[in-house]
Structure formats: C-alpha cells, structure tokens
C-alpha cells in the first residue's frame, strides 16, 4: 500500500474541510475533492492545499461517492468526510500501513469519534460505531440510498485501525435537527419502498420510547452529561419522526 488518495465529497464545508486536509495532508498521495456547487470559500481553501477539485452536481450520497473513487489515481482508497478529522494516532496506523504488502481483500474499519457542539460523545451508541474507510477499490465501491456503505465483491479480511476518526458532526442543535428532519424522510420512504408499513400509534409511541431508553441507559448515554442527554433525545426524535411518515404514507397507501 505505497499510495493512498483520499476521497471526498462537500457541499458548503468552509466550516469543516480545512481541518480535515490538514489533517491528511501528510498520510495520502493525492487528494479528490468532488464538491457540489459550493457558494462558500470551499474551494478556495481546497486550492491551499493542491487538491483536485471537481464540480459536479449532487448525485446522490452513493454516486457521489463513486465519482470521487472513479477520479482517483491510486486503488487504495481513504474515504473521508470534510467534517472528519484524522487522530494523531489513525496517522501514524496509516502510514505504517503504506509501508506493508498489503492483499486487495484486505479492508480497514476505523472507530468514529463524534462531537457535538464542541463535545465528545463517547456513549449514546455513537461510540465507537466502526465504518470500512480504508480498501482497495477493487474489492468494492459504495452501495446504498442512505447510510451508504461499501459493497465488496469479494471475501474480505476486516482489520481495525487503531486510533480514531474524530467527527465533528454538529455545531448547533438547531442543524440536528433540519438533519434528523431530512433523514428521518429518506428512512420513510426507504422502509416504505422495502415493503414496511406503519399502521398502529402504539408501534410509533413503543418505539421512540425504547429509542431513548435503550441510548440513554443501556447504552450509558448520561454518561456524556447535558449533550448526551441531547443527543439521545434528538435519536429518539429521529425515530418518531421516522415511523410517523411511515405511518402517513402507509395510509396513503
């Protein structure tokens, strides 16, 4: 693995991107910026550090995605968000990487670390949530209409990296939640398509409340003080919103 490019997609990422190639920087060999239209200083900040830029308008997550993949020079593929940033510690398993004979099977899962609002949260189920962000475009390319991931077309060998990816996934609670609003729609009519119906208030009342318990509780989310709190609330405001379109669209049906 001698060469790595770094793929990833922005749309408005001022805020976020110049943390993020700061930070790969010195780990990969190229880097493929495929940016939807951005009216903000993006692009001027991804010009500073050389990158290839390409406009391209928003495909999808997924063919998104696979543009970025297509555009590279290399098949070792690190996939990034702008707003990720890599730990001093994923560096350094990254580059002692590039140094080994590594098989095209062979895939990489890094543990993602969330902030949010200026906090680590590192229960909730937000923690350690491993993603395959590191392969050989080979082996696979992303699948998927939302929560995209990588489809293999071979048996792979999974490796954890050590260190983490820290994300830095909302600056305001008022960006959870137009986000959870937006997703929660894709979700509905995801699960609608795939045949699922919503059909009984009780179903959509049971489970928002487990939502919270289960983050809350079982998975120790007050642990993470006042912003966990939030962040279990908005995941479990993200599961009424969800089944509550179901339950529109199953009657529409």
Request: with cysteine; net charge neutral.
């Amino acid at each position: 693995m001698d060469k790595i490019s770094a793929t990833i997609i922005t749309h408005n990422e001022e805020l976020n991107i110049r943390r993020c190639l700061e930070s790969i920087k010195d780990v990969v060999d190229e880097v493929i910026v495929v940016d939807d239209f951005s009216t903000d200083d993006t692009e001027l900040i991804c010009k500073e550090f050389g990158v290839r830029f390409v406009r391209q308008e928003w495909l999808g997550y997924t063919d998104q995605k696979n543009l970025a993949i297509s555009l590279a020079a290399n098949d070792w593929i690190l996939s990034i968000d702008a707003d990720e940033q890599l730990s001093e510690e994923l560096k350094s398993s990254i580059l002692k990487l590039k140094k080994e004979e590594t098989p095209i099977n062979k895939v990489f899962s890094v543990k993602i670390l969330p902030n949010y609002c200026g906090h680590w949260i590192r229960h909730c189920g937000w923690y350690p949530c491993p993603k395959r962000r590191l392969w050989n475009r080979k082996a696979g390319v992303w699948f998927g209409l939302i929560h995209e991931y990588v489809k293999f077309n071979q048996e792979i060998d999974n490796q954890m990296l050590e260190g983490d990816l820290n994300h830095y996934s909302y600056h305001t609670i008022s960006q959870h939640v137009m986000k959870t609003d937006r997703y929660s729609s894709l979700s509905a009519q995801k699960a609608f398509e795939a045949g699922k119906r919503c059909r009984s208030g009780l179903r959509i009342y049971f489970k928002t409340g487990w939502t919270f318990f289960n983050d809350y509780i079982l998975k120790a989310g007050f642990l993470d003080g006042f912003y966990g709190f939030v962040v279990c609330k908005m995941n479990a405001y993200g599961t009424f919103l969800k089944y509550s379109k179901l339950h529109e669209l199953s009657l529409k049906k």
